[in-house]
């Protein structure tokens, strides 16, 4: 059991987490309710094993290994048999509180339970337990096999136990675990989200187009990613609902999310994973 993990919602940073665990040899169980997603993911992993494959940083052995680990299931209640659970459902904090009173009934007794959430509080999470002590943040970035940074965010009432845990599970997937306060957006989002947003503000206001505003922020400020291609990469729905956060969280108008960026999501434009965004996709 200790070695066995579930994951709540096969989307884009489910699966890389499901990948990212059975690589290092955890059981993992993928849980979503869409069936298609729990396909898409398995696909997906397939995919990106195969290209780690083809560099040379995976055996073709490890690669069906990690497959072989991965199994998949529909319902809450597949997620009984782990050590600890990784929540990477959609960014809506009501479906979380839901999610985590379900998975406070269903989860072994003392059981971790960790939500992979971009902003959204982990106190209040864990609130909707009875057991906030082993509540956590185990914030991923994306995409998940190649990023080295784990965000480990502590609740109010989070263990020292079930923090020093954590740590040691993100170290023993090849991650940095970096540990912070329970404040909206943390600080990765809190830093980068209003980048985002000022920068689609440049695209709303005509200051440049979407491919310009990335190319500065290329060239003169040395990211690898400019603003807004990194916005398609994130989602621009999960983009929103972290500016929402923000907002209501410090109740500062410069967390407002840019209406651009709102009518994007309107319009079903949600980045890569629609196919159309700032840019559009194959
Ligand atoms: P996504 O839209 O790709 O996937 C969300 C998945 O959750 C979908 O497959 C959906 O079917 C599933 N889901 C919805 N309701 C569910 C339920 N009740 N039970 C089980 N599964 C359910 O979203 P994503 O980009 O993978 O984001 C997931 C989480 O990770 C969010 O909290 C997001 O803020 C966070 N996050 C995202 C990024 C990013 O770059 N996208 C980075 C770090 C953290």
């Not at 490890?62 to 299931?73: L, M, N, P, Q, S």
């Not at 982990?122 to 995409?143: K, L, S, Y």
């Not at 109010?156 to 740590?167: C, E, H, M, Q, W």
């Amino acid at each position: 059991m200790a070695d066995r993990i579930a994951v709540v919602g096969a989307g884009q940073m489910g699966n890389g987490i499901a990948h990212t665990f059975a690589l290092k040899g955890f059981a993992v169980t993928m849980i979503d309710v869409s069936a298609d997603a729990l396909a898409r993911a398995r696909a997906t992993i397939a995919a990106n094993l195969d290209r780690q494959v083809k560099k040379g940083t995976v055996s073709a052995g490890d690669r069906d290994a990690a497959v072989a680990r991965i199994t998949e299931a529909t319902d809450l209640s597949s997620a009984a048999e782990a050590a600890l659970v990784i929540e990477a459902a959609s960014e809506d904090p009501a479906l979380k509180f839901r999610l985590f009173a379900e998975l406070d009934r269903v989860a072994a007794p003392g059981a971790i339970l960790a939500s992979n959430t971009s902003s959204i509080s982990i106190t209040e999470i864990a609130a909707h337990t009875r057991r906030p002590d082993c509540v956590i943040g185990m914030h991923f970035m994306n995409p998940v096999p190649v990023m080295e940074l784990v965000e480990v965010i502590r609740g109010l009432a989070t263990s020292d136990g079930t923090t020093n845990t954590v740590v040691e599970l993100a170290r023993r997937v090849g991650k940095t675990p970096v540990e912070v306060r329970d404040y909206p957006g943390f600080v990765s989002n809190r830093v980068l989200l209003p980048m985002i947003n000022e920068a689609v503000y440049c695209v709303m206001e005509g200051v440049a187009t979407p491919e310009a505003v990335d190319s500065v922020m290329k060239l003169g400020m040395n990211h690898p990613l400019g603003p807004l291609a990194l916005a398609d990469l994130i989602g621009l729905d999960t983009c929103v609902a972290i500016l929402d956060v923000l907002h209501a969280g410090l109740g500062d108008p410069k967390y407002r999310a840019c209406p651009l960026l709102r009518k994007y999501v309107a319009a079903g434009w949600l980045g890569r994973k629609s196919k159309r965004g700032f840019y559009t996709y194959g």
